[in-house]
């Protein structure tokens, strides 16, 4: 321990000049010299008994590429979320079956549809089944679909090539554990500080009842019909069809309505064209950021609205 102190105290002496007290010469007096040892030792002795005292918070905070201490990040994660105002309970019960997800990092570093060529990407997402379908689902809920473009200026189109690219209208919404998947983000070091924004929305939406701690979806935490991040379910989530809340998987009319406020809330203006070039283009930009996707939303919903 003792030799410690003393590396401690010569590796800051050689890198740390500005340590020395302003006016001593250490090779002429020994005041300065024994003033400055022994303010190393108690800041050596400090870091020591700090490092005893706090050895899981520390290694806890730290994000990993890897599963190695997870386990430990996620009670420490716990513990600052209660301090941030999320109840111990709600923590409890929706961490209680999280674990380290290792198809959402596959996932996450492997995301190759959006390398493909636009004619590449429509076909590989269906764009003329959405196209087909998208328009039957408009016809069935026109009434829906009027009552958002009158409170949101956003047609039909766009909305309806979201729902059918997302999820294929809501019939596949994904297999993986939410919370685990965020979780899983926000420990892994690439994007730690945006999903654990994520993080934080998600346990938001549980506390609240507008997300089951059980709920699946996408491989990145994206949930329900349209597949939002929790984050945006907070700014933009609207409860459609008036029941008190958001619910992105069951209700279609929140799902979709959320969706246009999304785009409203991204430069969408009413009576705008939303192809590449015009004014609405942005707000679809928002909502993805692969040019490819882009342009299939925008050509597949001119599609539908013009059917």
């Known amino acids: 321990m003792k030799h410690a102190l003393l590396i401690l105290c010569q590796h800051r002496d050689r890198r740390r000049k500005d340590w020395h007290f302003a006016g001593t010469n ?10 400055h040892k022994a303010k190393c030792v108690l800041a050596g002795f400090t870091a020591m008994m700090a ?6 918070v520390a290694s806890a905070a730290q994000c990993s590429n890897t599963s190695a ?9 716990k513990g600052e979320a209660a301090g941030r105002g999320i109840s111990p309970a709600v923590l409890n019960k929706a ?3 999280v674990t380290y997800n290792k198809a959402t990092i596959r996932a996450d570093r492997g995301q190759k549809s959006f390398k493909l060529s636009l004619s590449q990407f429509m076909q590989k997402r269906g764009g003329q089944t959405i ?7 408009k016809a069935q809920n026109a009434a829906l679909f009027n009552s958002i473009e009158k409170r949101y200026g956003v047609p039909a189109g766009p909305v309806i090539a979201i729902w059918g690219m997302e999820t294929g209208f809501g019939g596949f919404m994904g297999k993986e554990h939410t919370l685990s998947a965020v979780s899983t983000l926000s420990f ?3 994007r730690s500080d945006f999903f654990t924004n994520q993080l934080y929305a998600a346990l938001t939406l549980v506390q609240r009842g507008d997300l089951s701690p059980d709920a699946r979806g996408a491989a990145h935490g994206e949930i329900g019909q349209t597949q939002f991040l929790p984050a945006n379910v907070l700014k933009f989530g609207v409860d459609g069809d008036g029941n008190g809340h958001i619910d992105m998987v069951r209700s ?8 246009a406020n999304f785009l409203r809330g991204h430069g969408w203006s009413a009576g705008a064209g939303y192809q590449q070039g015009q004014a609405n283009f942005g707000a679809i930009q928002g909502w993805n950021a692969a040019s490819v996707y882009q342009q299939a939303i925008a050509i597949i919903g001119a599609e539908i609205d013009g059917g």
């Open 26 to 35: 250490l090779d002429s007096g020994n005041t300065g010299f024994y003033m």
């Open 188 to 190: 892994d070091c690439r």
């Open 95 to 97: 961490f209680a079956n």
């Open 131 to 137: 196209i087909s379908r998208g328009k039957k689902m």
């Open 51 to 56: 490092a005893a005292i706090l050895p899981s």
């Open 252 to 259: 279609k009319a929140d799902a979709l309505a959320s969706t």
């Open 69 to 77: 201490g997870f386990e430990a990040w996620v009670e420490d994660f």
